[in-house]
C-alpha cells in the first residue's frame, strides 16, 4: 500500500529511488524492479500537468511547488530550469546554508521555489503567487503550513489586491486522491476556512478508491468483514471510509448477529429484506433512547413501549429537522424469563421518518439479544 501511495503521489522516480535501499520495502519490491525500471514508465508522470499549470498561469510573480521526496524535487527543478532561475528549499543532497537558500528564494530574480517537506516550515513568502501541491499529504497540520505561505492575511493593501492561486497536481482514481479529499475535511474539521466549493470536494469524492464501498453496498447490505473483503482495504481505512458516509447521511447501519450491517441510504428497504428479524419490533421488548441533539449534546432519554418512543422522537425530528444519532438501552426478556441488558448506539443523522423507523424497529426487535457486538 504504501509503494502505491508514493508512486501515484510523487512518481515511479521515488520507487526506484527506495528498491535501491537495503530496506524490507525493497525486498517486498523485488520482484517488479524491471517494471519499476521500465522506460516505458515516465520517472514522473505528474510533470506535464506542472509545465501545464506553469503555462496557464504565465504571469506569476513567484510560485512555490511542494514535493515530499529530496529525488523527484531535484529531478523537477532540474527540468523547469527553463522557466527562469528555480532553487530547491528543504531538505536537499546540496547541504545548503538555510540562510542562503532563503536568500534566494526572496530574490526578485528567483520565479520558482520546489520545496520538499522538510522546508515546509521554514518557507515564508508572502509575496509568492502561485502555489502547487505536486504531493497531496492527508496531514492537517502540513496542509495549513503550506496554504499559510501563501493565504496568510497581509498587511499591505498592495499584497491584497493580488490574486492568488492555489493548484494541486492528482493522480485520479487513486489514494492519492483519498490524501487531497482527507486534507480537505481534515483542516475544515480544525476550524480552517479553505476556499474550495463543497460541490467540487463532493464530485472528488465520488472518484476516491471509497466509492468502492458505494458501489459495492448497492442492493447489497454488508457487514464490515465482507467490505474489507470485497473491497481489499485495511480495516481501519474501510472503518473511516464507513464514518464519513455515515457523518454526510450517505448510509444508515443496524445491529444483525453479523454485527453492524451497512447498507446506503436510499436503499433502506434492502435491509428490511434481507434481515426481517432484526427489524420487527415486539411487545417484549423496552427501549430508554436518548437522543443526539443538533448541537452534539445529549438530550433528554425517553422510555417505554415502542409508539411512546417513536412519538417522542418524531416530535424532536419535525422541530430541529435532524437528531444526530440516538444512544439505545433495550431490555430483552429472553425465553427463559432472563432480561438482558444491550447497549446499541445509532451514529448517524436521522434527518427522515424512515431513518427513526429503521432504528427504532432494529433496537425493539427481539432478536437483539443475539447481536453480534
Known sequence: MMAIRWYVRDGVLALRESVNKPTYLAELLRPFRNKIFSAKIRPAHKLNS??????DHEGFNKAIVFIDRVIVAEYVAEKLSHVGTVILCG???????????????RSKETRIIVSTSAGEEGIDLPE?????????????????????????????EE????????????????????????SIEMARKAGVDIPIDPEVVEVLWKRTTRSKIVALLEGRPSP????????GMPKNIALRNLRRLLEHGDAVYIYTHLGKVYALSEEIEFLYQEFPEYLTPSSNVEVKARPIMPSGVLGRSVSGSYW???????????KYGVIRGVQVSSIVKLKTGVLKLVNLKYSFPIDSEEKLKLV??????????NIKP
Open 50 to 55: 506542472l509545465l501545464r499549470i506553469i503555462r
Open 91 to 105: 531538505k536537499t543532497r546540496l547541504r545548503e546554508d538555510v540562510r542562503e537558500v532563503l536568500r534566494k528564494a
Open 128 to 156: 509568492a503567487d502561485l502555489l502547487i501541491v505536486w504531493s497531496n499529504v492527508a496531514s492537517t497540520l502540513r496542509f495549513i503550513q503550506r496554504h499559510g505561505r501563501i493565504l496568510r492575511a497581509l498587511a499591505k
Open 159 to 182: 499584497a491584497k489586491r493580488k490574486l492568488k492561486f492555489v493548484t494541486y497536481i492528482i493522480t485520479p482514481d487513486t489514494p492519492d486522491i483519498d490524501s487531497f479529499v482527507d
Open 224 to 231: 464490515l468483514e465482507w467490505i474489507i473483503e470485497a473491497t
Open 308 to 318: 411512546k418512543v417513536y412519538e417522542r422522537m418524531v416530535k424532536l425530528l419535525k
Open 360 to 369: 427504532l424497529d432494529n433496537a425493539f426487535s427481539e432478536t437483539i439479544a
